[in-house]
């Protein structure tokens, strides 16, 4: 077969029609792609005296034809395997016959077999990581690098709300979290970081601020619904609270008198708050 005749033919019909892409909605619209006569992994350059138009059938019959002309390159048998499946916005499938597509699916594999293959002799990014974190860290993850824009942040956000996890699933949280697989397992946060995220989450930067009555974190909690009920504190746990009490320091109001060791008690009953205040 006279392959590299029959691509010539096709590239030269191409250019001497003297093909302009137009509009959808003009009457004379044809549907063009661009291709490189030269293929880039031959070294063709990406510019105008290297670029055709041709229709979507020229254009994968090109391809074929260049696999053909040369069968030892890996980038072109590619380049055809996507075509025949889809392209990045998963659309432009081309249906081949059985007997193309397996020719082509053979041609395909041998030539992403050992050394050939991109991922030869490499190991797998998520080698070493724990078996359910592999998907989702390491230098290849999907979001590695990159940051969610405001508007998917907002989006993200109200597709969550109002969700509540099964208890099913908090324990599968929890469990997944325990002990040396807790990522702070081991590590002591310093004072420096303790100020910093107390400060950005003063004031209006407090998810929290404001918030009163249904919109309360603490809403609802009574009774069964309480974390807490029908759990006991164990005895380390009591002594641990009680040892917490006994090194925060005594609170005076300065109008009263009153001495305690609350300090939510202090700020809200007593100082500015204090009915002795005049």
Same mark, same amino acid.
């Given at each position: 077969?006279?392959?590299?005749?029959?691509y010539?033919?096709?590239?030269?019909?191409?250019?001497?029609?003297?093909?302009?892409?137009?509009?959808?909605?003009?009457?004379?619209?044809?549907?063009?792609?661009?291709?490189?006569?030269?293929?880039?992994c031959?070294?063709?350059e990406?510019?105008k005296?290297?670029?055709?138009l041709?229709t979507?059938?020229?254009h994968y019959?090109?391809?074929?034809l260049?696999?053909?002309?040369?069968?030892?390159?890996?980038?072109l048998i590619?380049?055809?395997?996507?075509?025949?499946?889809?392209n990045?916005?998963?659309?432009?499938?081309?249906?081949?016959?059985?007997?193309?597509?397996?020719?082509?699916?053979?041609?395909?594999?041998?030539?992403q077999?050992?050394?050939?293959?991109?991922r030869?002799?490499?190991?797998?990014?998520?080698?070493?990581?724990?078996?359910?974190?592999?998907?989702?860290?390491?230098?290849?993850g999907? +979001?590695? #690098? %990159?940051?969610?824009? !405001?508007? *998917?942040?907002?989006k /993200? $956000?109200? &597709?969550g709300k =109002? @969700?509540?996890h099964?208890?099913k699933?908090?324990?599968?949280?929890r469990?997944?979290?325990?002990?040396?697989?807790?990522? +702070?397992? #081991? %590590?002591i946060?310093s !004072?420096e *970081?303790?100020?910093k /995220? $107390?400060? &950005?989450n003063? =004031? @209006?930067?407090n998810p929290?601020y404001?918030?009163?009555?249904?919109?309360?974190?603490?809403?609802?909690?009574v009774?069964?619904?309480?974390?807490?009920?029908?759990k006991?504190?164990?005895k380390?746990? /009591?002594?641990k609270?009680?040892?917490?009490q006994?090194?925060?320091?005594?609170?005076k109001?300065?109008?009263?008198?009153?001495?305690?060791?609350?300090?939510?008690?202090?700020?809200?009953?007593?100082?500015?708050?204090?009915?002795?205040?005049?």
């Amino acid at each position: 077969m006279y392959y590299l005749q029959i691509y010539e033919d096709i590239v030269n019909n191409a250019l001497d029609e003297n093909r302009k892409k137009l509009k959808r909605d003009d009457k004379d619209y044809i549907y063009y792609e661009n291709h490189h006569i030269l293929p880039k992994c031959l070294d063709g350059e990406n510019k105008k005296e290297n670029l055709v138009l041709l229709t979507g059938k020229e254009h994968y019959l090109s391809h074929k034809l260049l696999v053909e002309i040369f069968p030892d390159e890996d980038k072109l048998i590619y380049s055809l395997w996507v075509m025949c499946n889809a392209n990045k916005t998963g659309d432009r499938k081309y249906k081949t016959g059985a007997r193309e597509y397996e020719r082509l699916k053979i041609k395909f594999s041998k030539n992403q077999t050992g050394d050939k293959n991109h991922r030869y002799g490499k190991k797998p990014w998520n080698t070493g990581l724990p078996k359910e974190l592999q998907g989702f860290y390491g230098h290849q993850g999907c +979001m590695r #690098g %990159k940051k969610h824009s !405001k508007e *998917t942040r907002e989006k /993200i $956000s109200e &597709a969550g709300k =109002g @969700k509540i996890h099964s208890k099913k699933t908090i324990e599968k949280i929890r469990q997944a979290n325990l002990g040396e697989k807790n990522p +702070m397992y #081991g %590590k002591i946060v310093s !004072k420096e *970081t303790k100020r910093k /995220i $107390s400060k &950005a989450n003063k =004031g @209006k930067n407090n998810p929290m601020y404001g918030k009163s009555g249904k919109l309360a974190p603490c809403f609802g909690r009574v009774g069964d619904k309480h974390p807490m009920f029908g759990k006991h504190h164990s005895k380390e746990s /009591i002594e641990k609270i009680k040892q917490s009490q006994q090194k925060r320091p005594i609170l005076k109001c300065k109008y009263c008198n009153f001495e305690t060791k609350n300090v939510g008690n202090m700020k809200q009953w007593h100082n500015e708050n204090c009915k002795l205040k005049s």
